[in-house]
């Protein structure tokens, strides 16, 4: 195949790939105060070139937390940026980049990022990727740009697992955090729940019904490999990775009600973890490992609480309301992430674990199974519209909102994928 032709193939996959991303994500909030940056057209191998500053900027714009403005012409990564004209324009940042054929065939794509005030190059990095890697090396580029201006680090490379249910059939889902190269880990045609990433980015735990009762896997992504880490008498659900990898949170009724208990993610030695006379359920650690917080009505009603790791007293973490379940902390473990019965409806909220105040973040009525970004700047979960399941993210500070569905399907169960360097 010759070299031209080569690139308009490599130009229709990748029109094909994004027209056929299952994962629609709809942008239906920004956040105030958005940093002005100009991504302007890399140069060089053209189709490759604006394939990867197409989803350059779709990342950045859908983050909430940047205004693209038009950078005018195409810019080099060897090229002075026009500052004044960019000045005028109302940027304070501007990326260019330039795309070559490496000696092996494959693209070596270079960036640099430049302050426009300061007239200052921020960064200069290369990029070595083929054509099938264009979207993972955009996400790349955009994360670069992402950390650079905001200091924290990007997301756009990291992966969100979800499960979607159609006629008779449930799928287990991972995506890009952008909803494409969307792959089904599981299909089956019992019910999947409870996704959940171990802290590695190379295995799911997730609970299939597929022998006719609630049982615990942790599936290799790698190989497709996977093993039963909790199969019990009774049910065995929601598995929770502990910090470090080695162990699962989960809850089993094997001794009468459903209570907590630890068990090593090879599925061998299981250790119980809290005693209620009522139901324990929804473990999750912290991200210092120290404590796992969970949801319990030994109260009366369903509230959160947390218990250290090495067993004793629980503590009770939530006191406002009658029912808060679902609790997620943060990545900093800084705050927790919940859902909230507010005059009827379901809302995901979020508390100041320091302060204990807490915001409503969302507007909508059935939301359910929060899930933060690696970074903490956004919060997946699933809700409903018009009778259907959907995916939607807000960020921590309630101002920029996301929706993310599939089309004539039921989509729920999300859970964000950690940072993998």
Do not use: C
């Amino acid at each position: 195949m010759k070299f031209n032709a080569l690139l308009v193939a490599v130009g229709l996959a990748f029109t094909s790939f994004l027209a056929y991303a299952q994962l629609t994500v709809e942008i239906t909030g920004a956040g105030a105060n958005r940093l002005p940056v100009a991504i302007a057209d890399f140069t060089g191998e053209r189709i490759v070139a604006q394939a990867l500053t197409s989803v350059v900027r779709a990342d950045l714009e859908r983050s909430g937390l940047f205004r693209l403005i038009d950078a005018g012409n195409p810019l080099a990564e060897s090229a002075t940026p026009a500052f004044e004209d960019l000045k005028n324009r109302g940027a304070d940042a501007v990326a260019g980049g330039t795309v070559a054929t490496a000696a092996d065939g494959r693209y070596e794509t270079r960036v640099r990022l430049s302050d426009v005030p300061k007239q200052a190059a921020l960064g200069n990095p290369a990029y070595l990727h083929t054509g099938a890697q264009l979207r993972a090396t955009a996400h790349r580029i955009a994360d670069f740009i992402y950390e650079k201006l905001t200091g924290e680090p990007g997301v756009f490379s990291t992966r969100i697992a979800y499960v979607v249910k159609s006629t008779g059939r449930f799928e287990l889902k991972i995506a890009d955090a952008d909803g494409s190269n969307d792959q089904a880990a599981l299909a089956s045609r019992e019910p999947i729940i409870s996704p959940a990433w171990s802290p590695d980015g190379g295995k799911l735990a997730y609970v299939s019904f597929e022998a006719k009762k609630p049982v615990v896997y942790v599936h290799d992504l790698a190989s497709g490999r996977r093993h039963v880490a909790a199969n019990f008498k009774g049910s065995n659900s929601a598995p929770a990775w502990s910090p470090d990898g080695k162990q699962l949170a989960v809850v089993l009724t094997k001794d009468g009600s459903s209570q907590l208990y630890v068990v090593n993610a090879d599925g061998s030695g299981v250790t119980r973890v809290a005693s209620s006379s009522g139901i324990d359920t929804e473990p999750r650690w912290s991200p210092d490992g120290q404590f796992i917080y969970f949801t319990s009505d030994r109260g009366g009603s369903p509230q959160i609480y947390r218990i250290a790791t090495s067993g004793g007293a629980a503590e009770r973490v939530t006191f406002e309301g009658s029912y808060n379940v679902t609790p997620r902390p943060s990545p900093d473990g800084k705050s927790l992430a919940f859902i909230a019965r507010n005059g009827g409806r379901f809302q995901l909220a979020l508390m100041d674990l320091a302060t204990k105040q807490t915001q409503i973040l969302t507007d909508s009525a059935k939301d359910e199974s929060p899930s933060f970004a690696p970074n903490g700047r956004m919060i997946l979960y699933a809700t409903e519209i018009g009778g259907r399941g959907v995916l939607a993210a807000v960020s921590s500070d309630g101002r920029v909102k996301q929706k993310l569905s599939v089309q004539a399907a039921d989509v729920r169960e999300p859970a964000w994928g950690p940072l993998v360097r």
